[in-house]
Each structure stands twice: as C-alpha cells, then as structure tokens.
C-alpha cells in the first residue's frame, strides 16, 4: 500500500512538476540599494539600448550598474528636479518628465541637450507613438513631433471626450492605441477612428477618478487600470470593466508584469502581487529583516529586459532579481518565527518531506516554494516534538524507508506512525566505545548498517536485529576503531566505492579505505592535503574536496585526478553533490560545476549566500541546498539555459578625483568610446566598470591590465569594479579588462581603452630638439670658455710667478743685513714669551681637572652610598648632587666617555663581581645588594659587562 502511495505522488509531482515550478514567485528577498543619502522618493525608471538602468528620482536623473549609483545632475539647475516619467528615443536620447518640463538627455554624450523652447512644463507622464511624443502635463495633453519640432495642444474643451486637462498617465497599445488617464477619468484615442472614446469608470464615493497608472496585459487581452481608490480591469475586445475588489481602497500608483505573467500593484500600502486564481500576496516593510521592501510608499515598478523588478518606493529602491532557476528563501518565510538554524544535511524522504537539519534541530516541510508552507521543527525540550540532542550530522533513508537522523545525541529513527523518534545507543562488544556522537549513517548492501561517530570509530549493525532490540544498550556486530587499524577515532563520513570498499574520511587525519572482505584498513597517501568531504560519483569513483580544489580517486588502481578551482587556494569544500555526471562543489568562494569525465569546471554565479550542504530532488529535478537561515532551490536545468553575459563596459572615469566630463570635441562618453586622450596633467586615473549583474546577487570576478605599466593580470576583489593608476608618465596605454574565467584565465570577451597622456608644451619632440641644440650649443662654448680661461690663467700665473722672484730678492738683500742683528734679542724675546703663557696654562688645566676630578668622585661617593637603593636614577642622583641633568651629563660624559645611565649601571656591575668574587653572598643576593630587582634583566647586564652570566661568574672565581 505504502509503495502504490508512493507511486502516485510521485506520478502527481511530475505531472503537475511544470505547473508548480517557477509560478510561485515569492517576492522576500530584496536588495535594497544604497542611495548614500543622495535622494529617497523613486519616481520612475528607464532602460538604455546598453541595458543600463536609469532612474529619475526627486532632485534628477541617475543611473545605477550593478556597483553604485552616478549622479547625472547639477544642484541649484534645471536639471536638479522631480522627474515623473522617462522614455529613451532612438536609442540614444532619453526625455524625461519633470517639474521643469522635458529634459532631454544624450545617453551617448552624457551631456544634456537644449530643450526646444516650445515644449510645456509640469510634465508627469510621456509615451511614444511613431516621431510623436505624447506629453501628459498638469496643463493638458500634448503631441510632439520628433521630426519637425512642432507641438500641438489637445484640449480637453475642443476633445470633448477627453475627461480632464490634468493627464498623470499615457499608454500607448500595441495596437497603436492610445491611453491617457486624467485626474477625473479615463479615455483612450483610437489610431484607426483618429477620435477620443471615453471609458466608463465607477467609484462610488468619491468626487473624481484620479487615474494614476495604465498597462498593457497582451496575455490577458487587456488595460489595467490603477486609481486612487480601485484596480480595474479593462477589455479591450468587449470593452467591459470589471473591479478587483480585493484592492479596493488602495491607492495604485504604479503597475508592472513579472516574468511568471504576475501583476505587480504598488500602493501607498506596500507591494500587491495579483494572479487569478491564487490568493493575493502583500508585501510589506519589515524593520526587521534588511532584505524586506525598503518602503510601503510605491511610486514606481519596472521590469526590465531580464525580468529583474525594480520597485521604487518614497525611501530608495528594491531590486526583486528574477531568476526562475534559482530562488533563495529565508527560514524565517518557512517557519513563521524569527529563530535560525544553519543547515548541514538535506533531504526529502519517501513520503514526500523535505527534512532540513543543522544547528538548531530538525524541520519537517512539505515543500519550501508552496504558498502554504507545512513545516513541524523538531528540537530538544519540545514535548511534542523532541529530539535528544539539537546538532544534526547527517539525514539517510534505508532501502527499507527507514528514516535515521544522525546527531550529537545519538543515532535516531523517525517513526512515521507516532511523528516521534526513537534513540538506539549502540556500543562495541568490549562495552567501551558508544554511538553517543554520531556523524554519518549509510547501508551497505547486506543490510548493515555504518554508523560513523566521534570517539567511536565506526560500528556495523544488523538493521533488522536492531530494529527488534528493546533494551538500552545494542552490541554491534563490528567495529573499526583504532584498536584494529583505523587511523582516528573522529569519522565524519562514510562512502562506498565501485567495489564495495568504504571509504572514510576521519576528522584532521585523512582518508581509510577498508576491505569489506578482509577488513583490513588502509591509509589514503595524499601528499599534505588535509581533505573535508568525502563523496562517491555516478561511476563510483570517490572524490575527495580539500580547500583549493577536489581530488578524483580510482577505486581500482588508488590513481588521483586534481581539480583546482582558479582563485583562492584556501577556498574550502563545504559540501558535494553528485547529479547526472557532474559533480556539484558548494565552496567558501561560491558553487562550482566540475564534469565528471572532462573535469571541465564552471563557476555558478547565483548568489552571494555559502551554502554547507547540497541535495538532489530527482522528482522535482531540483537541487535543494542548505546554508544559514535559509535554503536555496535550483532548477536542475540551470547550467542548459542560455545565461547571457552583457559585455564589459566603462561606466566611469575619475581623472585626479574628479568625475570626468569629456570635451566637445568628443563624439561620445566614456560608455561609447574606446579612447581617451589627456592632458599631462591629468595622470591620476580611476576606472569604473560593469556588466551590469542584476539578475545574479553574485556577481564575476574581474582580472585587468594596463599595458605600459602592468607585466601581468591583475586580479580584483569579489565586489569590486574599480581600478586605479596614480602619477602615470606620458604616454600611450591600453587598459584591458576581462572575465575570469573558470580555469584562472581571463575569458575572451574583453574591454579595451587606449588611453593617451599627452606630454606637456615643454616635453614634446619639437622641444626636445631645442633642448638638444641648446644644449650642444652650451656645451661647444663652455669648451671654448674653458680653452680661454686656462690660457689666460697660465698667462697670469707665470707673470705672478716671476714678480714674486723679483720681489724676494730684493727683500732678502735689504733684510739681510738687519736679520743678524736682531737674531739674539729677538730669539730671547720669544723663549720668555712661550714659558710664561704655558706656565698659566698648566696651572689653568691643573684647577680645572682638579674641579672636575672632585664632583665625579662625589657622584661616584653618592652611588657607591646608594648603591641598594633601586630607584637610584639619573634624576635622584641630580638632586642628590644638587646639579642639573644637562649638567650631570655633560660632565660624566666629558670625565669617563659614557652616559651616567651607563655610569651608575658600570659601578653596580663592579660592586656586584667584587662581591661575587667573595662567594659569601648567592646570586639574589648580590643583585638586590647592588639596587636590581629583577633577576633576568640583573643576568643580561652582567651578561653584557663581564660575558658571564652571575652565576658562571661566582663559579669561575
């Protein structure tokens, strides 16, 4: 009976699988981007031929890339406004709706062009119909041709049909139909008639139907219709009007599709999401959570051409990332309470649970993605649904659907009648090892049991026999410890090979293979690798996970096949999956894809969420992956879906700090050129770039080189798409940025920008060359200067020369006569001279070292008193002396050559060797006796002094 159950749930999940998958768009998680403080009410957004976002907020346009927001304004101008409503024309031109009329930005340029003066002002709504601009004002409807520049005003007393003169929105069909919604009415301008038709609007109580927002439903065949006050439903074929009253009393002043066909409502009383047949889901701001809606005031959604939704709401922007294949859900949205659990073992059982374990206990749910999420947790101290311990290791089904939960309190059973479960402790038949921690389950194929353990080893029962045991404790059949060739007694898990052999990897030790035939246990050698997970693959090789990369392993011949994950060497396996002949590797650094022949690898760039455990829903053809505090869900068929990559592009350039603006000589900005000229001047470069990632929370990681200044790539942190170069020289350059690709390698679709520094007016070749004339020109007069100098000195000098011959002849003459005179006088004159001056001088040096012989011994006599004393210092010995420091130091210096710190410590370091030397005193002793207290600092320094330590000192004397 169970199996024929089983069948048709099964059969049930298939046929409806198509239905439920991908329709229930569960709008929780949100990033909600950061404005800086730069504006707060979101009015509306636009999407360039480029697949940039803009958004025209209440002070003006910006634009956002993925990284960061980039203000497109000036205060205090006309461009520093409230804009309405936006539309690109041309794919080059974007008009915008605003306070100050229509401002008319140049997404190629970046500049803003002039406006025509003719167009009118307190614009909120625009649409395009052909060359024609259909403008909505506070003042009337307006057409402008694009073409000829002329404008034409509809008034509302001339259309008689046209409701109010006050238009807020405009919808053009694809019909070519035209919509506009007034402050009192709705009507529509037929293309074929070249006439208005007003529709009839109901709403009781109220004085006027002020139509806020009108879309286009082509699935549906018809206009939906957003008031203060009611959603409406407009058929375009029977022209019938029908209200969703289950919105009456919101205001709706935006609407949108999302890509599951779900109509998006936002009010002033947060996000609807509408879907016939479906209860209606309200999304709300939740203080909270900071992924919840940024605010409940909703000006604006967009969907733009990947279906992300963005929500502009009175406080910033919420990004809604649409992605069918993968949706991550919260804890929080399956339990209904605030608690957390970080997850380490999923999976779904026979009778249709997904059970989710971890930290915090155990979750029975039915399915995470059903608008009525069943779930029980079960945990310790619940009366009603108790676990003995809250840690969950591992959950495994047997072949007999028997569902046991490994957890640090033991190994347990779920029994399905009574929803509760059951503890077996298991013990080895010396009744000293238990199952008290169990870490991993798995059957082999005789029936038994494997149960893994910390401090246990590993114990195998009979599955049949255990079940039938009543008493407290159950003897193993087998158990592989220590004691009998396992090489640790922590086992994390358990896996069997092609060849019935169990592997097993055991926590900081490695991997043990063991033969189920002779149960003899051998080591694993894996060159220094400490491996983390353990998992056998389709072909039933064993792959080993370790932090950088995964090892293959023939369960046959021991060969070893390394896969290496480009990036961080230290990024480790959290958890593996095996589906289809791919290997799955949840990593510290992302998920990652490896075939498993090829051993080709793929990053999956999904999410910025680690997730510790993987698991596939064959049913569902879903990957169900744990993490914390949520899960994630994965459509099998993600890596066979055409995930386009948009191309690389410069989104800004800083050029010494400062936004640059390209000159008018430039055809383009920096998002439409491939080149850049400078000035000299201008050398201190950032580079800001995207590929727009905003279907992906994850986004590429970028490797990039400036050519003439970097001999290598360079690679970027995750989250980062800014580069930066400072005082470059003049110069030609050409930045290259790239893709990383999986193999570590930059990935063909590259950006590139050459980028010229011009030199200066004084640096370029013209001057270069007359420095070079100068120079040589230089050079041949100091030359002949030089030439003309030496001749002119040696001229000179042999001219002195002779003069002062002739000049010492005549002296020597007419001196010598008076010399021999005054020889005797003159030599007793300076004889009597010299010995008085050095008599005076020897009695001046005599009182100076006398003086200066006197106070050294008095500050000698002043340590030597001290000499226990420890806090005897530079400046006590000042005040004893009655000297200042400058002073003492001059002196102590001049007299012995050191400093008087090194003075006193050299009269400390005697007395202690003298009294060292008696060997009456011990080693304590003496140093205290001399003023040290600290015994290893009184070693260095006697150390120092004398090359022995104290002790060796006393000993040696």
Not at 658 to 667: A, E, Q, V
Not at 883 to 892: D, G, M, T, V
Request: include cysteine; glycine fraction near 6%; hydrophobic fraction near 35%.
């Amino acid at each position: 009976m169970r199996k024929k159950v089983y069948i048709v749930f099964l059969f049930l999940i298939l046929v409806l699988h198509p239905f439920l998958y991908g329709q229930n768009v569960e709008y929780q998680m949100f990033d909600n981007i950061s404005m800086e403080n730069k504006f707060s009410s979101v009015c509306c957004f636009t999407q360039d031929s480029k697949g940039l976002v803009w958004i025209g907020s209440e002070k003006g346009l910006f634009s956002y890339d993925g990284y960061a927001l980039q203000q497109h304004f000036t205060l205090s101008t006309p461009t520093n406004t409230r804009i309405y409503s936006g539309i690109l024309v041309n794919d080059k031109y974007l008009y915008l709706g605003s306070d100050n009329g229509i401002l008319i930005y140049n997404c190629v340029t970046d500049k803003y062009e002039k406006t025509p003066s003719n167009l009118p002002t307190d614009v909120r709504a625009l649409s395009l119909s052909g060359q024609k601009l259909w403008i909505g004002t506070l003042n009337g409807l307006y057409i402008y041709d694009l073409s000829d520049h002329k404008v034409q005003r509809l008034d509302s007393k001339r259309y008689k049909q046209l409701p109010n003169s006050t238009v807020y929105s405009i919808l053009k069909t694809h019909e070519g139909d035209m919509y506009i919604g007034t402050y009192n009415g709705l009507c529509y301008y037929s293309a074929s008639h070249k006439s208005f038709f007003r529709i009839p609007l109901t709403q009781p109580h109220c004085n006027n139907i002020f139509v806020n927002s009108l879309l286009e439903d082509n699935k549906r065949r018809c206009i939906w219709v957003g008031t203060e006050g009611a959603l409406y439903r407009y058929d375009k074929l029977s022209h019938r009007i029908e209200e969703i009253t289950q919105l009456s009393g919101n205001s709706m002043k935006s609407l949108a599709l999302d890509g599951n066909g779900n109509l998006l409502i936002g009010t002033d009383n947060g996000l609807y999401v509408y879907k016939e047949h479906a209860p209606l889901q309200h999304i709300l701001h939740d203080a909270r959570n900071i992924h919840s809606l940024a605010n409940n005031i909703i000006w604006s959604i967009f969907a733009d051409r990947n279906q992300n939704i963005w929500i502009g709401t009175d406080y910033g922007i919420s990004l809604f990332r649409y992605n069918k294949a993968f949706q991550y859900i919260p804890l929080p949205h399956i339990t209904g309470v605030g608690d957390g659990n970080h997850f380490y073992s999923v999976f779904r059982d026979t009778h249709g649970y997904l059970w989710l374990g971890g930290t915090d206990g155990l979750l029975r749910v039915n399915d995470p993605l059903s608008p009525k999420v069943s779930v029980r947790w079960y945990r310790v101290g619940d009366p009603q649904s108790s676990l003995p311990h809250n840690r969950i290791r591992h959950i495994y089904e047997d072949s007999s659907h028997n569902l046991w939960v490994a957890s640090d309190g033991g190994l347990n059973r779920y029994d399905y009648a009574s929803e509760q479960f059951m503890r077996y402790n298991i013990i080895d038949s010396t009744n000293t090892l238990n199952s008290n921690w169990v870490y991993y389950v798995m059957e082999d194929d005789s029936g038994k049991l494997w149960i893994a353990t910390c401090l246990g080893g590993i114990f195998i029962v009979d599955k049949t026999k255990l079940l039938e045991s009543k008493g407290h404790n159950y003897v193993a059949d087998a158990n592989f410890s220590t004691r009998n060739g396992l090489s640790g007694m922590f086992v994390n898990q358990i896996v069997s090979d092609a060849r019935k052999n169990k592997w097993v990897l055991l926590y900081n030790v490695g991997v043990d293979k063991i033969d189920t035939l002779t149960h003899k246990v051998h080591h694993i050698q894996l060159e220094g690798i400490r491996p983390n997970y353990i998992i056998r693959d389709h072909y039933g090789f064993i792959w080993i996970g370790y932090s950088g990369g995964v090892l293959r392993v023939s369960p046959y011949n021991n060969q070893i096949h390394r896969v290496s994950f480009s990036g961080d060497n230290y990024n480790e396996v959290l958890s593996m999956l095996d589906v289809n002949g791919k290997m799955w590797i949840s990593t510290s650094d992302g998920l990652w894809v490896v075939d498993e022949r090829t051993f080709d690898t793929h990053k999956v760039n999904i999410s910025n969420q680690r997730f510790t455990s993987l698991y596939y829903d064959s049913a569902m053809q879903r990957i169900y992956m744990g993490g914390v505090d949520g899960i994630g869900v994965l459509a099998l068929n993600f890596l066979s879906k055409n995930m386009s990559e948009n191309p690389i592009m410069l989104t800004a350039l800083y050029v010494n700090g400062s936004l640059y603006n390209p000159s008018d000589k430039l055809s383009a900005g920096v998002r439409y050129t491939d080149k850049v000229e400078l000035s000299y001047k201008q050398n201190n470069l950032s580079f800001e770039f995207s590929d727009l990632p905003y279907s992906f929370e994850e986004k590429n990681r970028f490797i990039y080189q400036l050519q003439g200044v970097d001999n290598e790539w360079v690679t970027l942190k995750t989250n980062t798409n800014k580069i930066s170069y400072n005082n470059l020289e003049p110069g030609s350059y050409k930045l290259v940025i790239c893709r990383l690709g999986d193999n570590g390698k930059p990935t063909r679709a590259c950006y590139s920008l050459d980028v010229k520094i011009d030199s200066s007016w004084y640096n370029n070749a013209f001057a270069k060359t007359i420095y070079i004339l100068m120079f040589l020109t230089l050079i041949v007069w100091i030359i002949n200067f030089m030439r003309m100098k030496t001749r002119l000195k040696m001229e000179r000098t042999e001219k002195e020369h002779i003069m002062e011959q002739v000049k010492l002849k005549i002296d020597f003459w007419n001196k010598l006569d008076k010399a021999r005179d005054n020889v005797v006088e003159l030599n007793r004159l300076i004889n009597q001279v010299a010995g008085e001056e050095t008599k005076k001088e020897k009695t001046r040096k005599q009182e100076l070292k006398s003086s200066d012989e006197k106070l050294l011994a008095d500050i000698t006599e002043i340590i030597e008193s001290k000499m226990s004393d420890s806090e005897l210092n530079v400046n006590a010995l000042c005040e004893l002396q009655g000297i200042s420091n400058k002073q003492l130091y001059r002196k102590i210096k001049q007299l012995t050559g050191v400093t008087p710190v090194e003075y006193i410590k050299s009269i400390r370091m005697k007395r202690a060797a003298r009294l060292l030397e008696q060997r009456k005193f011990t080693v304590a002793e003496v140093m205290y006796m001399v003023g040290f207290s600290n015994h290893s600092y009184f070693s260095k320094c006697f150390l120092t002094e004398y090359g022995k330590t104290p002790k060796q000192f006393m000993e040696d004397a």
